[in-house]
């Protein structure tokens, strides 16, 4: 597949991860970005609007978009509410979808996976494309088989709109899976405060910060009598997301399910 080209149309192209999914899609020659999706500046280029190298136009009805310019794969990077009618549009047209919106609930990839078996096409939702924070969750997991007590510690730029971060809830699911529910702390806490000891997982505290400066970090911090383990990943610029985009634009063509987390289709 890796000769063969793809063709990619890139939702939220002006957002700061579209940015640079415009400019990876623009440089990797087995890729060809035949369109973008924004809800305004409609049949402008991306030259015209964003000074992109790319004569690509951009659509506000991804159903047009999808006709006219007939994509392999789209990668959506917008906001959770619109991702998620993008991805519904996408497989309806048999356009593979790549998403690294975050926010999706447990319900909506319910039934996105119900759609992507129906269509016997393949889907990769990613909560994280930054491979370091995929082997920080993976180290994370493996850690849980030996450490019960474990806090998710989650930071993010202020302009991020959900909390915990997707990163975060997968962090804690795949800690979940290896490990029986705990409460932890005193039995008789108290919030003096509420929200102070955060939001819960089967057990497991989530806190999330949200600082001008930072862009996505997260610390998975384990305690045990006399001992903790730190394992922390830091994304400092978004340029960071783009090796796990194009290799899930790769895989998404070689699937014909929903693939959840990117975790699951490396090594
Ligand atoms: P952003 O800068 O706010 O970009 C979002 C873009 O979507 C904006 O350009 C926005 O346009 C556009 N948009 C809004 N409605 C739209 C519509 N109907 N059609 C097309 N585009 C629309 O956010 P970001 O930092 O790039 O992040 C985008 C998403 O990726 C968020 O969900 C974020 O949490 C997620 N993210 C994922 C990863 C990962 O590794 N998976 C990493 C970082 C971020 P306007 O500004 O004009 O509204």
Redesign the pocket.
């Given at each position: 597949m890796s000769n063969e080209t793809i063709k990619v149309v890139i939702?939220?192209?002006?957002?700061?991860?579209?940015q640079e999914a415009v400019k990876l899609a623009v440089r990797t020659p087995h890729f060809e970005l035949v369109g973008a999706?924004?809800?305004?500046y409609d049949q402008k280029t991306l030259r015209e609007v964003m000074s992109a190298d790319s004569d690509a136009l951009i659509y506000t009805d991804i159903r047009a978009c999808f006709r006219e310019t007939k994509p392999d794969v789209l990668i959506d990077?917008?906001?959770?509410e619109?991702?998620k009618k993008?991805t519904k549009a996408a497989l309806e047209h048999g356009v593979r979808p790549v998403v690294?919106?975050?926010?999706f609930s447990e319900a909506d990839l319910q039934e996105l996976h119900a759609l992507t078996e129906e269509k016997e096409i393949g889907a990769i939702i990613?909560?994280?494309?930054?491979l370091g924070a995929v082997l920080m969750m993976k180290f994370s997991q493996m850690a849980a088989n030996y450490f019960e007590d474990v806090e998710i510690i989650e930071l993010h730029h202020d302009?991020?709109?959900?909390a915990p971060s997707?990163t975060a809830l997968k962090t804690a699911e795949m800690i979940s899976s290896v490990r029986s529910e705990k409460q932890q702390g005193h039995p008789d806490e108290k919030e003096i405060l509420p929200g102070a000891r955060g939001a819960e997982l089967n057990g497991i505290r989530l806190h999330s910060v949200r600082l001008p400066g930072l862009i996505?970090h997260q610390e998975v911090m384990f305690g045990m009598d006399g001992q903790t383990l730190k394992l922390r990943h830091d994304s400092y610029n978004?340029a960071s997301?783009m090796s796990?985009v194009k290799l899930s634009v790769e895989q998404v063509m070689k699937i014909d399910q929903l693939v959840y987390g990117l975790e699951n289709i490396i090594d």
């Open positions: 939702a939220g192209p002006r957002g700061r991860m579209g999706i924004d809800h305004t990077l917008t906001t959770p619109i991702g993008h690294g919106t975050t926010g990613a909560p994280n494309f930054a302009q991020k709109l959900d997707g996505a978004r997301f796990g």
